[in-house]
């Protein structure tokens, strides 16, 4: 005699881990999930600023990726693992915990997911992890680049920890990897180098600049990128997820068209930037301050950083919203949350209020 089987009414509650999800990636990806109806919980550091997870509908673990016991804690009775978390900075007088924590951790945490068995990983690497081809056409996941033409340790890290998560895809762990570009939008706290150049520009520190570029994607595309690859990513994979590629001074018309405030009409030869990035660096070191220049942030710039997002458009249906918008919301957001000096900001409130914004991005020509 057969068994009837039925299926529930109620169905069944996914519990998914976020990594990171204090800071700017992390947090849109946790927000994401919360939207789509799974229980959340997030890692953070006893130390760790926690603002960004005030009034998030997730249950917090206090743990640490170089800690292993407290990740299985963490991970115990979950379905996913979203693992953004990472040491996103081109500037640490110890570079041995950007190591520590974006390799070291990386391995220890889809070691644990391994033991918890999983049912599904995403990892969240760099498009710095991808090579730029010789002729300057945008990279795409099948442009290889070897440790040894990784500049910086930030890069160098990241590098080394998406090996981490392909030796695991091999050893039978779940995991689909994910390559965001230079995401921008809200809640970049910190804010990421991203972030700061947009945050630099509007407070006025940004008298020129030099000729480089780079693939911008709003933040939630990200995020709704990172749930697409759960869903339908493969195995082992990698997805560029990002969007339109500018040039640095496209980028600031941009700017410039959103605030009222002039754009830096000087660009400045690379040696000189690279320079001025030596003797920032040198001074930091003195005051044990951060540099107003990083040098690993110049050396990236000496390529323009263009991709192309054509493979997780079409697998994962990834969104690409204009990055006008995006830009926008992040400048909102730096308005309403006091990164931007009282004077300029009421500024650029006024010139907001007497103009109107177009979604279409504005079409460039090129400089011979």
Same mark, same amino acid.
């Given at each position: 005699m057969s068994k009837l089987f039925f299926a529930s009414r109620h169905p069944v509650m996914v519990t998914a881990l976020v990594t990171g999800a204090t800071g700017f990636v992390g947090n849109a990806v946790a927000r994401a999930l919360i939207d789509e109806g799974k229980e959340v919980r997030v890692l953070s550091?006893?130390?760790s600023n926690r603002d960004l997870l005030k009034g998030l509908k997730a249950?917090?673990?206090?743990?640490?990726?170089r800690h292993p016991q407290s990740l299985h804690h963490a991970l115990e009775g979950c379905d996913e693992l979203y693992h953004v978390a990472a040491q996103y900075t081109f500037y640490n007088p110890q570079p041995q915990e950007i190591y520590g924590s974006n390799v070291e951790g990386t391995r220890n945490i889809l070691q644990a997911a391994l033991d918890q068995k999983l049912?599904?990983?995403? #990892?969240?690497?760099?498009?710095?992890?991808?090579?730029?081809?010789?002729?300057?056409?945008?990279?795409?996941?099948?442009?290889?680049?070897?440790?040894?033409?990784?500049?910086?340790? #930030?890069?160098?890290?990241k590098f080394l920890a998406e090996q981490e998560a392909i030796q695991f895809a091999k050893r039978g762990l779940n995991v689909v990897i994910v390559n965001p570009s230079a995401p921008i939008g809200v809640r970049d706290i910190k804010p990421t180098p991203?972030?700061?150049?947009?945050?630099?520009?509007?407070?006025?520190?940004?008298?020129?600049?030099?000729?480089?570029?780079?693939?911008?994607?709003?933040?939630?595309?990200?995020?709704?990128g990172h749930l697409l690859a759960a869903k339908q990513g493969r195995a082992g994979e990698r997805y560029i997820l990002g969007n339109q590629n500018l040039s640095l001074k496209q980028i600031l018309q941009i700017l410039s068209g959103l605030t009222g405030l002039k754009a830096p009409r000087w660009k400045i030869p690379y040696s000189v930037a690279w320079s001025a990035a030596q003797l920032s660096e040198a001074l930091a070191k003195?005051?044990?301050?951060?540099?107003?220049?990083?040098?690993?942030?110049?050396?990236?710039?000496?390529?323009?950083?263009?991709?192309?997002?054509?493979?997780?458009?079409?697998?994962?249906?990834?969104?690409?919203?204009?990055?006008?918008?995006?830009?926008?919301?992040?400048?909102?957001?730096?308005?309403?949350?006091?990164?931007?000096?009282?004077?300029?900001?009421?500024?650029?409130?006024? #010139?907001?209020?007497?103009?109107?914004?177009?979604?279409?991005a504005p079409v460039f020509k090129e400089e011979n």
């Open positions: 550091r006893k130390s249950e917090t673990f206090l743990g640490d990726l049912k599904r990983v995403v #990892y969240t690497s760099t498009v710095g992890t991808i090579g730029i081809p010789k002729d300057g056409s945008p990279g795409n996941e099948n442009t290889t680049l070897t440790l040894e033409e990784c500049q910086g340790h #930030y890069k160098r890290s991203t972030g700061k150049l947009i945050v630099d520009f509007l407070n006025g520190k940004m008298p020129a600049f030099i000729d480089t570029g780079l693939n911008l994607v709003d933040v939630e595309d990200v995020a709704q003195i005051t044990q301050r951060a540099p107003a220049i990083e040098l690993e942030a110049v050396l990236l710039g000496k390529k323009k950083m263009f991709f192309s997002a054509n493979k997780a458009v079409k697998e994962l249906n990834l969104p690409q919203t204009n990055v006008k918008i995006a830009l926008k919301k992040a400048v909102d957001w730096y308005l309403e949350n006091n990164y931007i000096k009282p004077k300029i900001k009421e500024k650029i409130l006024g #010139y907001q209020a007497n103009s109107s914004f177009d979604i279409p």
